[in-house]
């Protein structure tokens, strides 16, 4: 088997997804067209490469993404930086021939994606996204019964992703919070996901209008607790849409939804059914067929729990009835992309698929004014 070298542009919490992901693989399917290994790590700082190298041992670490882009023995180049670095990476792997996997969204702004996707289409190399939702073993279900036309003319989409974490006043500033590094706020860093999701299952829409607020516009300093810095960034946003097909949807995202940790939601009504999807509850997708018999006491209508778990179709090499976590998707995301880098059918999100929905994401902080 071919082996294949990756380096890996950034290292915190998603460097760390990514890296477990790409490791994973040969546990996880069989069959692998490639082996990924990971051979190098590049950090912003010096000292946040070395603990990066003391705790991995990777072979290579560096401080400056060029190196780690321009080494003959790295493939694949993993882009888990600010949004508002990538376009940098991005090109620049592009021009040394380097196949990419891209965190989303794909830039802080339109007019930086576009160029990336110039870039990348000349250079014709190999590009995934991480919009691993899109593997979620109950998604891949909701997509085939879709597909089979078991929900018929689709009437309404209600896609919802809930975060709690900014609701303290005292957490400090961060990129994530700022226009210039993150190009937008929850719209943009959760938002994209349900974005693409409703393009994956059911095709393009027409966005409507779009409403956005920041709740707390201003935070601590990293440098100096004492010192406040403006946010520039939406801290909850609403966006409503039209589908091409007819149906009307909405897409809300929050990063003040009290109580909530990781909740992606998803609802979607037809004239032959309806498919609901709650990410923390991710073994079951709940399916309502009007072609179940009612009768006294309902008969046997409702909703059902279809348990999906794990139940991947091979080459999965794992037993498929336990319980699914988080980065299974991830996995499943990055098996489909070492499928593209060899040629194979793929279906995970492409460059393509990352310019639609920063189209997306432009119109509607246009339409908010942010």
């Not at 060899?342 to 279906?347: A, H, I, N, T």
Request: glycine residues 10%; aromatic residues 10%.
């Amino acid at each position: 088997m071919d082996r294949v070298g990756v380096g890996i542009v950034g290292f915190g919490f998603i460097g760390r997804i990514h890296a477990l992901a790409f490791s994973s693989l040969p546990y996880y399917y069989h069959g692998l067209p490639l082996l990924p290994e990971i051979r190098g790590i590049c950090t912003l700082r010096p000292e946040t490469a070395r603990k990066a190298q003391e705790e991995t041992g990777v072979p290579f670490v560096t401080s400056t993404f060029e190196e780690l882009v321009e080494r003959k023995d790295i493939d694949i180049v993993v882009v888990a930086v600010p949004n508002a670095l990538h376009r940098r990476v991005v090109e620049r792997a592009a021009l040394c021939g380097k196949a990419v996997y891209c965190d989303k969204p794909l830039a802080a702004n339109l007019d930086e994606a576009s160029s990336m996707w110039q870039v990348v289409k000349n250079s014709g190399i190999p590009f995934g996204m991480a919009f691993q939702n899109r593997f979620a073993p109950a998604i891949l279900k909701a997509k085939s019964l879709l597909e089979e036309g078991r929900l018929g003319r689709i009437f309404r989409i209600r896609a919802l992703y809930l975060h709690s974490g900014y609701i303290n006043p005292e957490r400090p500033i961060s990129w994530r919070m700022q226009k210039e590094l993150a190009g937008g706020g929850a719209l943009a860093d959760l938002g994209s996901h349900l974005i693409d999701l409703i393009h994956f299952l059911v095709g393009d829409f027409q966005l409507l209008s779009a409403w956005g607020e920041t709740f707390i516009k201003e935070r601590p300093s990293l440098d100096d607790a004492l010192k406040k810095e403006r946010v520039t960034v939406d801290d909850w946003a609403l966006i409503d849409f039209r589908l091409s097909e007819g149906g009307w949807g909405s897409i809300e995202c929050s990063r003040f939804a009290t109580g909530s940790c990781d909740e992606l939601r998803i609802e979607i009504e037809g004239s032959k059914g309806a498919l609901r999807y709650n990410s923390m509850q991710p073994n079951f997708l709940e399916f309502y067929d009007t072609q179940d018999p009612g009768g006294a006491l309902g008969g046997q209508r409702g909703f059902k729990a279809l348990e999906v778990v794990q139940q991947y179709p091979p080459p999965s090499a794992l037993p498929g009835k336990f319980a699914v976590g988080w980065v299974r998707s991830h996995i499943a995301c990055v098996h489909d992309f070492i499928l593209r880098l060899s040629g194979r059918e793929s279906f995970g999100a492409t460059i393509d698929d990352g310019l639609r929905v920063q189209e997306v994401l432009h119109s509607a902080y246009t339409l908010m004014g942010l």
